[in-house]
């Protein structure tokens, strides 16, 4: 059930491959808190500024991280510009210098404003939205390509053995999905589903997102990119892209406006990146509301759980005789299966799992029964 994607995910679970999961917070010692960023109020940060302008660099100039380390504050000018591309400089009045760029230091420039502009003069930069299944011929035809890298990272970035890091576990943890893909009226053009995005400079593949796109929001399961290009911090610039995606479909989709980040976990430095994307929101884990993350910080500080959301509201209440079950082959509600001889006896077990599944995912899923 399509709706129950995003109720689930709406009740801190979290897809890997086939399956969904959610962390027991109490008793976690690094809670995982979903993450979610607002697509429509995004705004850059100073140092996603530098990340995009990095890429503007690189494929204007071919320029890497450490050959102009003081353009980190300045834009691709100009004077960067070769001189046969007029149509190209945002000015006739000369090269702009630092602090005399178009827009000042103070004003909010959007991602659309960088992404729109780069330009490929000395390297080229395609992305390319591919369906996530082996019966895609693109993805097939790409699948050695996409697992090459995805052990490079994996060996480089987390220390993985190689020997472990095998296709079959590629395919079960990126390839596989619980997600049917479909194209309904007034959808995406991609339609809705689990995809890979592939990142190529000069054709050669660079990076892979791992992106679904739901009804109300896009929500990224893993980015891995290929350590050689590590300069360009395309794991930062891949999210930014991401959300860049996630506003140009919701210009489509109105309903398609937040971009799901997975697990925003405080007490791990590594993990707080996640709350640079502003702005975002954490998901209370006890009624399921959603915080700025802003205002979650001075709790987490205190406590590595908390409860969030501040104000006295309860959490919703699951009806379990409306729980669907499966049993005997055979769908219906508790209720029915009480009454048809299968007793009481396993309603803790049926309210635990509606409590964490939700009242509409527990009402549209089936919980297997065996007795």
Not at 34 to 45: K, N, P, Q
Not at 192 to 213: N, P, T, W
Request: aromatic residues 12%; contains cysteine.
């Amino acid at each position: 059930n399509r709706s129950s994607d995003l109720d689930l995910i709406d009740r801190g679970w979290r897809r890997s491959g086939k399956y969904v999961y959610k962390p027991i917070m109490k008793r976690s010692c690094c809670p995982p808190y979903t993450i979610r960023c607002d697509v429509i109020g995004f705004s850059l940060s100073k140092s996603q500024k530098k990340v995009l302008k990095r890429m503007q660099r690189y494929l204007l100039m071919g320029e890497k991280t450490g050959q102009a380390a003081a353009a980190d504050d300045a834009d691709v000018t100009t004077s960067q510009v070769p001189a046969g591309d007029k149509a190209s400089r945002p000015s006739d009045s000369g090269a702009l210098k630092k602090g005399e760029c178009a827009k000042s230091g103070n004003e909010k420039k959007s991602v659309e404003e960088f992404i729109e502009n780069e330009r490929g003069d000395q390297h080229k930069l395609t992305i390319d939205l591919i369906p996530c299944s082996m019966t895609d011929e693109t993805l097939k035809a790409s699948f050695k390509e996409s697992y090459s890298i995805y052990v490079k990272y994996q060996v480089a970035v987390h220390g993985d053995d190689e020997s472990e890091v095998t296709e079959k576990q590629f395919t079960r943890f990126l390839v596989d999905s619980p997600l049917a893909s479909y194209k309904p009226d007034g959808g995406p053009p991609s339609g809705y589903g689990s995809f890979h995005q592939h990142y190529r400079i000069d054709g050669k593949l660079v990076a892979v997102g791992v992106l679904d796109i739901l009804p109300n929001c896009t929500s990224s399961v893993y980015v891995y990119y290929d350590p050689q290009y590590d300069f360009l911090s395309l794991g930062t610039y891949s999210a930014l892209r991401e959300i860049y995606f996630t506003r140009q479909l919701q210009k489509q989709v109105p309903d398609l406006a937040f971009y799901y980040m997975g697990y925003y976990i405080h007490t791990c430095q590594k993990m707080r990146y996640k709350g640079q994307y502003h702005p975002s929101f954490l998901l209370c884990p006890e009624i399921y509301s959603w915080v700025p993350i802003r205002s979650c910080l001075a709790k987490l500080d205190a406590s590595k759980y908390s409860r969030l959301d501040s104000s006295d509201a309860a959490g919703d209440e699951v009806d379990v005789n409306t729980v669907l079950v499966l049993w005997k082959r055979t769908a219906m509600p508790y209720k029915v299966f009480v009454s048809l001889g299968g007793g009481r006896s396993r309603e803790a077990d049926v309210r635990e799992y509606a409590q964490l599944a939700g009242p509409i995912a527990s009402t549209s899923m089936l919980l297997y029964l065996d007795t």
